[in-house]
């Protein structure tokens, strides 16, 4: 009980620092996917999503809100906020050795509006910022997660941003790993999801970051139901302001 109070705490640290503090940067982009062939739910799905991540002194957010549409009309909504608290900044001292940056306290919110199916999870633990050859940036986060409608479980998730050039060509590979346990009521899930994405923007002006690409994602055991196993490439165009 006292772990989830501290990990409630910093993640209301991280939210208040976001709010009060002028950030170091931020990015807010748009995007816009069209795949088939999903396995759970839809054959057929559309998908808007927003996104929003920033720094500010001590902290960093990520958020993101899907607003998809499948077939027959069916919609849902799922957005995640993960603020992240960073103890080399908070402690004055530096927590980095070999690949290692820092440490971070991480939090995530996870939240599901759909008919019959509404649920929030509230994730909590470690982080630790990497240092990899060639990586734009890349974490490793572990959780605890307490899941509001199946038995509680713990998850890894990796992030990753990789930019590449051909020629005069501005490229960026980019996206998540997740890995969660097997527990009495569902499967153990591995989810990855990867962008592929040229920067046609650059072309429209030097400062205009508009992709086009595609996303391809592998989830085995899709929302922990064992066999429902999916491999889909979607269509990307991405935005950002």
């Given at each position: 009980?006292?772990?989830?109070?501290?990990?409630?705490?910093?993640?209301?640290?991280?939210?208040?620092?976001?709010?009060?503090?002028?950030?170091?940067?931020?990015?807010?982009?748009v995007?816009?996917?069209?795949?088939?062939?999903y396995?759970?739910?839809?054959?057929?799905e559309?998908?808007?999503?927003?996104?929003?991540?920033?720094?500010?002194?001590?902290?960093?957010?990520?958020?993101?809100?899907?607003?998809m549409?499948?077939?027959n009309?069916?919609?849902?909504?799922?957005?995640?906020l993960?603020p992240?608290?960073?103890?080399?900044?908070?402690?004055?001292?530096?927590?980095?050795?070999?690949?290692?940056?820092?440490?971070?306290?991480?939090?995530?919110?996870?939240g599901?509006?759909?008919?019959?199916?509404?649920f929030?999870?509230?994730?909590?633990?470690?982080?630790?910022?990497?240092?990899i050859?060639?990586?734009?940036?890349?974490?490793l986060?572990?959780?605890?997660?307490?899941?509001?409608?199946?038995?509680?479980?713990?998850?890894?998730?990796?992030?990753?941003?990789?930019?590449?050039?051909?020629?005069?060509?501005?490229?960026l590979?980019?996206g998540f790993?997740?890995?969660?346990?097997?527990?009495?009521?569902?499967?153990?899930?591995?989810?990855?999801?990867?962008?592929?994405?040229?920067n046609?923007?650059?072309?429209?002006?030097?400062?205009?970051?508009?992709?086009?690409?595609i996303?391809?994602?592998?989830?085995?055991?899709?929302?922990?139901?064992?066999?429902?196993?999916?491999?889909?490439?979607?269509?990307?165009?991405?935005?950002?302001?």
């Amino acid at each position: 009980m006292q772990l989830k109070q501290l990990a409630a705490t910093c993640a209301l640290l991280s939210a208040t620092a976001m709010v009060q503090a002028k950030p170091i940067w931020q990015d807010f982009s748009v995007t816009g996917l069209y795949g088939e062939n999903y396995e759970v739910v839809d054959d057929k799905e559309t998908t808007i999503t927003l996104e929003y991540a920033a720094k500010v002194k001590y902290a960093d957010v990520f958020f993101f809100m899907d607003r998809m549409r499948g077939e027959n009309d069916h919609k849902s909504t799922y957005f995640e906020l993960s603020p992240r608290l960073s103890l080399g900044e908070v402690s004055g001292k530096k927590l980095a050795y070999g690949p290692i940056k820092d440490v971070l306290i991480s939090t995530t919110w996870e939240g599901n509006s759909e008919d019959g199916n509404n649920f929030d999870n509230f994730l909590y633990g470690f982080a630790v910022d990497l240092d990899i050859p060639y990586f734009q940036y890349a974490n490793l986060n572990f959780y605890r997660a307490n899941n509001e409608k199946i038995d509680d479980d713990y998850q890894m998730t990796f992030v990753y941003g990789i930019p590449l050039k051909l020629g005069s060509e501005d490229f960026l590979v980019d996206g998540f790993l997740d890995w969660s346990t097997a527990e009495g009521d569902h499967a153990s899930e591995l989810n990855w999801t990867t962008q592929w994405k040229w920067n046609v923007g650059k072309h429209i002006s030097p400062d205009t970051r508009l992709y086009l690409g595609i996303e391809h994602s592998v989830w085995n055991n899709k929302f922990g139901i064992k066999g429902a196993d999916e491999n889909n490439v979607s269509a990307l165009v991405k935005y950002h302001f």
